[in-house]
Structures are given as structure tokens and as C-alpha cells.
């Protein structure tokens, strides 16, 4: 089973697969509750602790999952001629990956029918479970300082997706273990200290979600930028992401953004241009309005380093 779902997986090119079992995610619970007492959970998370840690409150039969994971570390070199440009997380530069990953998912599900039958529920992002402990327990990555999946092959820039299922599948051996060493470069150079120190993230402090939420105070105003969706900083300047594997997933190339916003233009236009335009990208969940301010926010910060 777990060799014909890997060649299947293979076939439908999807670049990582790791297998593990439905028992607790009992290693992150305390890192939970800590967030939750030191308030820097967000409120884009699930509350209940227990079904972000325990796969049989999502599929009471989850006996194995299957975690699956994209490369969108994309090559794109076309350069901007926007006057004032707003930048774009990687994440959101080409079709909303939520699509694609499910996508691939379903054509896989597809693929372990034609052998046998099976319960299962699958997620990408909107699932109660921590994914990135889910895609760490079945070896697609190591954790690193800056709290993302590190792929030895692709790096950190992956998007991740699981299927919960009845079947007994033999789950990976071993944890993989970091290979951060000293290094202390993302720490370092996060813009709000969010990293506060290796393997923890005060995602309160996050320029990405400071860009999501509704609510931003002055100091953060300034240290925003010009980023209108989201933060690569960490994942930029990480050592582990140079000379890897790019991404072969045309559907994260940037054709309608070029990798940029263009802020005069998004200021001006109307919901529905927004949506025409934007519409496909996963930033564009949150809507014309909070993207707007942030532009507004990006522009003052570029004229002030004029």
C-alpha cells in the first residue's frame, strides 16, 4: 500500500510524501498551551487544543496520514516597472495553493480507491491539526529556528496538505532532526524580533499576520515596509534554502502579479477589479480593503526612505 500510493504520488507529481500514524501530537501540546498563557496565539487558529493535537476528533477511525507537500520556490526573474510596488509573499504569487493542493490530493485519493475502500477527510490549512507537526512527524521536514518545515531537498518554501485515513500504512521511522546548528541568521533578521528565540514565534509579532489582521499600531506601521501580503524575511536569508531544488508547479509563477502589487493601482480600484485581478491568489482571502491599507501603509514607508 504504501509503495503504490508513493509511485501514484510520484506520477501525479507531488514532490514530498511522508507517511505517520493517528495517535496524539502530544510533543507540540505544551508549546500550545504556552502560546495560549502567554497570549500569542492568533485568531486565525483553531481554539480547541485537543483537536489541533489528536487526529481522531477530525476522523474518530484515523489509524494513519498521509502528508504531501509542494515546492512554490518558483524561478522568476521578469523585472517590475511599477513605480511604487508593494511586495508579496512567495505564498501568494501565483494560484491560490489551497486549489492546487487539494487538487492533488483528490487525484490521489482517487489513485488508493482503485485498490480499496477507505474512510478519510483531507486538509490543506483549514484543518483543526497542526500541520507542520503532522508534516514533521512523517519526515517531509526538520523544524527550523525560524518555526518552518525545512525540506533537505526544497527548503522551507512548501506547502503542506494531509489526507486522515482507516487504512494501516507503516508510518516513517524517526524524527527528523534540526540542522540549524548556531545558525541564528533569521532570528536576527526578523523585522519585529517575532523569532524571540530558536524554534518559537511570537506569531503576534509577525509582520505576515500584522498584514492579515485588522488591527496595527504605528511602530508596526514602520516596520511593515512596503510587504502588502505576508513575510518571506525568515525564509529569504535562511542558508538552508540556497542551492536547492526549485519548484516545477507552473501554477505558483507569478503571471498576473509579477511577484509585486502595484499600490497606485490597487488604491484606485474597485472590489470587482480587485477580485477580477487578484481573485486567484490565496492572499486575496482577505479582501480588497485590508490589502488597500496595507498599500497605504507601504507607500508612506517608501517615501519616507526616499
Keep these: 500500500m504504501k509503495k503504490y500510493i508513493i509511485e501514484k504520488a510520484k506520477e501525479l507529481k507531488i514532490d514530498m510524501i511522508g507517511f505517520t500514524d493517528g495517535n496524539p501530537l502530544t510533543t507540540i501540546k505544551d508549546y500550545l498551551e504556552y502560546r495560549r498563557l502567554n497570549n500569542i496565539e492568533t485568531e486565525f487558529e483553531e481554539e480547541n487544543i485537543?483537536?489541533?493535537?489528536?487526529?481522531?476528533?477530525?476522523?474518530?477511525?484515523?489509524?494513519?496520514?498521509?502528508?504531501?507537500?509542494?515546492?512554490?520556490?518558483?524561478?522568476?526573474?521578469?523585472?517590475?516597472?511599477?513605480?511604487?510596488s508593494g511586495n508579496l509573499s512567495k505564498s501568494s504569487w501565483g494560484i491560490d495553493y489551497h486549489r492546487v493542493l487539494k487538487n492533488k490530493l483528490e487525484a490521489l485519493i482517487e489513485e488508493i480507491k482503485k485498490i480499496t475502500p477507505f474512510e478519510y477527510k483531507y486538509f490543506v490549512d483549514t484543518g483543526p491539526l497542526v500541520d507542520r507537526e503532522l508534516a514533521h512527524k512523517a519526515g517531509i521536514g526538520y523544524y527550523g529556528k525560524n518555526c518552518n518545515i525545512i525540506n533537505e531537498e526544497y527548503g522551507s518554501f512548501i506547502f503542506i496538505g494531509y489526507i486522515l485515513t482507516d487504512l494501516d500504512i507503516e508510518p516513517n521511522e524517526g524524527l527528523l532532526e534540526s540542522q540549524c546548528g548556531v545558525c541564528e541568521i533569521c532570528l536576527k533578521a526578523c523585522p519585529d524580533k517575532a523569532l524571540e528565540e530558536g524554534y518559537r514565534l511570537n506569531a503576534k509579532k509577525c509582520i505576515s499576520y500584522h498584514t492579515q489582521t485588522k488591527d496595527m499600531d504605528l511602530e508596526i506601521m514602520k516596520k511593515i515596509g512596503n510587504n502588502i501580503y505576508g513575510?518571506?524575511?525568515?525564509?529569504n536569508v535562511c542558508p538552508k534554502n540556497k542551492n536547492i531544488r526549485f519548484s516545477i508547479h507552473d501554477e505558483f509563477l507569478p503571471h498576473v502579479t509579477k511577484g509585486v502589487i502595484d499600490i497606485e493601482e490597487l488604491l484606485i480600484m474597485s472590489n470587482k477589479q480587485f477580485k477580477e485581478k487578484y481573485g486567484s491568489m490565496s492572499g486575496s482571502w482577505r479582501g480588497r480593503n485590508i490589502l488597500r491599507r496595507n498599500a497605504l501603509i507601504a507607500l508612506e514607508n517608501i517615501k519616507t526612505s526616499i
Design 50 to 84: 485537543l483537536l489541533r493535537i489528536d487526529p481522531k476528533l477530525t476522523l474518530e477511525t484515523c489509524k494513519s496520514i498521509i502528508v504531501i507537500a509542494l515546492s512554490y520556490n518558483v524561478v522568476f526573474d521578469e523585472k517590475s516597472e511599477i513605480k511604487y
Design 231 to 235: 513575510c518571506d524575511t525568515c525564509q
